[in-house]
């Protein structure tokens, strides 16, 4: 069996774990750690500190060459935010990390945060300044409580959490004018403050593939109780509960795997470990922070959970070569829990070189890892911050903590303080532990509440005369009397928004798919003459996501507000088993009136040579959405390729359009009489949808020259090589309501329409349907129309 040699570039707790677990593998002869600490220098006989400081990389090259390593593994951000991946890239090593634009995910917050908003990561709302005013002015608008972060690298104390608008304004003097972060904070990000439990996932990846460790959780406050300055990290447990395995199914889903496949689009493929610093809000999972590298003291808690068997070396040796998923993980069911003792006087002014004293534990089941230690003249002292780590592993959570404090006493120096209380979250949630609930099942009660609470704005919105426009009761109510209705006709309609869901699923992109719900719905009334008054909603889906569904129902109240009908009821279904996490279905239901005399379409009254107008669509609306993206799977692109006829735009935010609504603008035409008969362009295209509104004795010629075909579909049929026929019958080709107008009243209805910036296309004509050879729709001039 071939060896080979490993460096690890740091000086933290974080290398000497990765060097402490490296050792166990049987393929690594030598690990070299540079610069190293107290605790490399005196470990397995297997670690070889270096001399080299961990920023200079041409001495790391030379290095690295002359003593044939076959794997860099760099520790701390800065070295990898600086671009030392691409030096080794250079001489043809592999280094699992990424590169130096990969690394802007961590080296930039403001960065990090504008990718996560491109790709539709939850996180925080947020905004980036540059300027101090600009900033404090935002602050002072805003209703809700902030943190605020230093853009740059701040050795993960740049963040503040202040608890009022006036602390919130002098720490941002602190960062932005006094630079108490240095040029990290030249730019810094407010963002809203989460309210939840964080936790720390650390996700192994070779740009494509993901694997993830147990799920840890940090005590970032310097005290017991979550009290003090923030810190670097002090102690850790891992698997932290408050990430159940359908929680970590869904942040892989909505979260990591977005994530790499973003930066892998967007040019700059993320190859190491990604860090995912996370805060579990009730509404679900949400980025507080990415970083680049492992986590301190994630990483020493949880590289203790991983089998005997797991060859650490050689899992992330093959995601540096791009072959993870050829090697695989093991991970023991046991638990872990890591303390942290620091200097006297961290995070603030610390004394140095005072000595140390470390014991031998009497149990293997405990681990002594070395942060800020050194050793001088024989003599192991303190040299950092975090000195060193207690970390202990155990059947049980309790245990594991338990016996982590308990050899806390291993450790012996002056003024050494560390935390009583790493791992009170943990205890807490399995003390107060309710057994089996709903929640576990699949379905919560509480996200359902909460989805109520956000969208109550949204609904209130939507209100009109005659509508009760409040959510949240058994049903809704319309006064009819109260809408000014004389001798009224009910009339209503249903649908849905079809596979057009599956590129919403792909792009995660969900603010427009309940206009379209809306849309379906409420242009199928009106072609009736009907004026729709109220609307409800049906959402179904695998797993509540609340910042989904609300969305999607911004969506709805958008499309309700847009059309003039109130939104007064819904249901929202949540069933795992029957649909998938992330995936969702949404569907409407409207009612309208329209007066006795004045229905739609008045088929006794139409005859040949009356016109048919068209008003134009937004795109392909909401059908014909499998054969879009059978062509498009076809064609070898996705959702998130460069629009080939709009390249500002990705084909997803294309064909996402939502679809027109027609309601407004047509209202004053239809109450004056103007219009016999309407057909909405729905499935089925122009062949047939136009003869459901038309007598059996009349048909129509389309000249298809007479508007231009928008280029969505000019790209469909060329990239499909889709017969003339089969687009007029699955797609609207740039018409989506059409009219039936006499003669004489075209110009009125072109007046109505022009008040309302409708323009209006003269696209045919009613003619005797025995004159077409028993066709209801001729569409002539096509040739001309795609050329």
């Known amino acids: 069996m071939a060896l080979y040699n490993i460096l690890v570039v740091g000086s933290g707790g974080r290398e000497h774990a990765l060097a402490w677990a490296f050792a166990k593998s049987p393929k690594v002869n030598k690990i070299f750690v540079a610069p190293g600490n107290g605790g490399t220098a005196t470990g397995s006989s297997k670690v070889v500190n270096v001399a080299i400081d961990s920023g200079d990389f041409e001495k790391l090259k030379a290095f690295a060459v002359e003593n044939q390593v076959r794997l860099v593994v760099p520790g701390p951000e800065q070295p990898l935010v600086d671009g030392i991946a691409d030096a080794f890239k250079k001489v043809g090593i592999p280094c699992f990390g990424p590169s130096q634009a990969a690394a802007r995910i961590e080296g930039s917050k403001a960065f990090s945060k504008d990718f996560m908003k491109r790709h539709n990561i939850p996180t925080a709302r947020y905004q980036n300044f540059t300027d101090f005013e600009k900033a404090k002015a935002y602050i002072e608008s805003l209703p809700y409580s902030v943190v605020i972060k230093a853009s740059g690298l701040a050795a993960g104390k740049g963040v503040l959490i202040p608890e009022s608008k006036e602390e919130a304004i002098a720490g941002l003097k602190s960062i932005m004018l006094d630079h108490t972060f240095g040029s990290a904070g030249n730019e810094v990000v407010v963002e809203e403050r989460m309210e939840g439990e964080e936790a720390s996932i650390l996700a192994i990846t070779d740009g494509y593939t993901i694997v993830t460790l147990p799920a840890a959780q940090d005590h970032k406050r310097i005290n017991d109780g979550d009290q003090g300055l923030n810190t670097g990290g002090m102690g850790a447990y891992a698997p932290a509960p408050v990430v159940t395995k359908s929680l970590m199914q869904d942040i892989r889903r909505t979260i990591l795997q977005p994530s790499i496949d973003g930066m892998r689009r967007e040019g700059f493929p993320f190859v190491g470990v990604l860090f995912a610093g996370l805060m579990i809000t009730a509404s679900g999972p949400k980025v507080i922070e990415f970083n680049c590298r492992f986590g301190d003291p994630e990483v020493q808690t949880v590289l203790p959970l991983l089998e005997e068997r797991c060859d650490l070396a050689e899992l992330l040796l093959a995601a540096s070569e791009g072959r993870l998923d050829s090697v695989p993980l093991f991970l023991s069911e046991r638990h872990a829990c890591t303390v942290v003792v620091a200097a006297g006087g961290y995070p603030n002014a610390y004394a140095k070189g005072k000595p140390i004293t470390v014991h031998q534990s009497t149990t293997p089941d405990v681990s002594v890892f070395h942060a ?348 499909g090589n889709v017969a003339d026929a089969e687009m007029a019958r699955t797609f609207n080709n740039g018409i989506g309501m059409v009219l039936v107008v006499a003669k004489d009243k075209v110009e009125q209805v072109r007046a109505l329409l022009a008040e309302a910036n409708e323009p209006v296309i003269e696209m045919g004509e009613l003619v005797e349907r025995s004159s077409l050879n028993g066709h209801e729709v001729v569409v002539k001039n096509t040739e001309a129309a795609w050329n």
């Open 372 to 719: 800020g230690t050194a050793i001088s003249n024989g003599q192991l002292v303190t040299a950092g911050g975090r000195v060193i780590a207690v970390t202990a592993v155990a059947d049980t959570l309790e245990k594991a903590i338990h016996l982590a404090r308990e050899n806390v006493s291993l450790i012996q120096f002056e003024q050494m303080h560390y935390r009583r209380d790493i791992g009170h979250r943990a205890l807490s949630r399995l003390l107060n532990s309710q057994g089996t609930t709903y929640a576990e099942a699949g379905v919560s009660i509480d996200a359902g509440n909460l989805l109520v609470d956000k969208i109550k704005p949204l609904v209130k919105s939507t209100s009109r005369s005659g509508a009760d426009a409040v959510i949240g009761g058994f049903g809704g109510l319309f006064d009819l009397k109260a809408a000014g209705f004389r001798d009224p006709v009910l009339v209503s309609g249903t649908d849905g928004v079809g596979t057009k869901l599956k590129i919403a699923f792909a792009v995660g992109k969900h603010d427009t798919i309940g206009i379209d719900c809306v849309a379906m719905n409420v242009n199928d009334v009106v072609v009736q003459g009907g004026e729709p008054l109220f609307f409800l909603d049906y959402y179904a889906c695998g797993k509540l996501e609340v910042d989904t569904a609300r969305d999607v129902i911004a969506g709805v109240a958008a499309g309700c507000a847009e059309s003039g009908c109130a939104l007064v009821g819904g249901e929202t279904s949540e069933m795992p088993g029957l649909l998938e996490a992330g995936d969702y279905d949404i569907a409407g239901f409207v009612v309208g009136a329209v007066e006795r005399d004045a229905v739609l379409p008045k088929l006794s009254e139409m005859v040949a040579g009356d016109v048919l107008l068209g008003l134009k669509s937004s795109g392909v609306h909401s059908n014909g959405y499998s054969l879009v993206r059978h062509i498009i799977a076809k064609a070898g692109l996705d959702y998130f390729s460069p629009c080939p006829f709009a390249p500002e735009k990705t084909i997803g935010e294309v064909l996402l359009t939502p679809t027109r609504i027609y309601v407004k603008q047509l209202l004053p035409s239809i109450r004056k009489g103007l219009i016999k008969g309407m057909s909405h362009i729905t499935g089925g295209g122009f062949i047939d949808n136009i003869p459901r509104s038309l007598p059996k004795h009349l048909g129509v010629v389309v000249d298809a020259s007479k508007w231009v075909y928008p280029e969505v579909f000019r790209w469909l049929k060329r990239t």
